[in-house]
């Protein structure tokens, strides 16, 4: 199968990062915020998109433009990601080509599900928080980036 | 050495002018401070680097004997990828740091599982960084390279089921 792993720069790609052997065995594309991050994913094929955050709403459109393109191009059988805005641009992209699609919402959401989580779990196939206490019928605990 | 870095969503003035005060009661240690752009206050007694390669950040936290940063996951999984004691001041809101206390939410949690130390102002972090410079500096807590088998494990199953 072909898996597109999609997480804007900072801490959401080091997370992505910690799920590499789930990958094991399939197409993997990454995509990310960070030009120089196709450094840290060697020997993958990799895209850059502009970042964009839900307050600038012509970058956020114009970003979602730029996944859209890309999973319309490479067509993943899975869309996984582990936020934020560009991540849920991802989810929305893999439901309109019919893809699987997972959000893990990020461990620095302790208290909350994020903007972009609250939305995204509504629509992603599966769900997960990184939290015991946050998960509920929709959203699924199964531990964490942490080992 | 002790590196300080502000992570990637933007400067953070009231982290660096304390560690730079820091840096000028420690003269006998080295300070290297990632501060990012934008930031209004320029660091006299540590080595401010604006831009810095991944290669370059690797480099100074595996030299690290402390870090000292923003309440950021992605520093704070470095720093338990690395094994390396960190400790963190929560960016705030009515400071204008960032747009949520997301931070302040991670740094009490994680303190709370004894995982990281946290400073929730300025004048504890002077007198934290005083304190550690002193003594034996561990880890409180590290990570293997992956996330958790349970996590790994319930994604391949997700994924090995036909849509």
């Not at chain 1, 999609?6 to 997370?15: K, L, M, R």
């Not at chain 2, 480099?59 to 996951?73: C, D, N, R």
């Not at chain 2, 990281?116 to 102002?121: F, I, K, N, R």
Request: contains cysteine.
């Amino acid at each position: 199968m072909k898996i597109l792993a999609i997480a804007s720069a900072g801490g959401h790609w080091i997370q992505l990062l910690r799920l590499k052997p789930a990958f094991e065995g399939h197409e993997l594309i990454f995509v990310s915020t960070k030009k120089s991050f196709k450094d840290t994913v060697d020997g993958y094929e990799f895209h850059s998109i502009p970042d964009a955050s839900r307050w600038n709403k012509m970058k956020l459109l114009y970003s979602l433009m730029c996944v859209l393109k890309i999973v319309f191009l490479s067509r993943p059988n899975i869309i996984i990601t582990t936020g934020a805005a560009p991540g849920l641009m991802g989810i929305i992209a893999g439901k309109v080509i019919g893809a699987k699609t997972v959000w893990i919402d990020s461990i620095a959401n302790v208290e909350n599900i994020s903007m972009s989580g609250r939305i995204a779990t509504s629509i992603a196939d599966r769900s997960y928080t990184q939290w015991p206490d946050l998960s509920n019928s929709k959203v699924t605990f199964n531990g964490s980036v942490l080992s | 050495m002790i590196f300080v870095t502000v992570g990637t969503q933007g400067a953070f003035d009231r982290l660096i002018s304390t560690m730079d005060q820091v840096a000028e009661l420690l003269p006998h240690i080295t300070f290297v401070a990632q501060v990012s752009t934008g930031g209004s206050y320029k660091a006299k007694h540590m080595k401010a680097l604006e831009f810095i390669s991944p290669t370059e950040f690797d480099k100074y936290f595996s030299a690290a004997e402390l870090v000292v940063s923003h309440a950021g996951m992605g520093t704070i999984i470095s720093a338990f990828e690395r094994e390396k004691p960190i400790l963190v001041l929560p960016k705030l809101v009515k400071y204008g740091e960032h747009r949520n206390d997301h931070q302040l939410a991670t740094a009490k949690r994680l303190e709370s599982l004894n995982y990281v130390h946290v400073a929730y102002d300025e004048q504890q972090l002077k007198e934290k960084v005083l304190s550690m410079a002193k003594g034996a500096l561990n880890p409180l807590h590290s990570v293997g390279k992956y996330a958790s088998l349970e996590l790994i494990n319930s994604l391949q199953n997700f994924m090995a089921v036909p849509a």
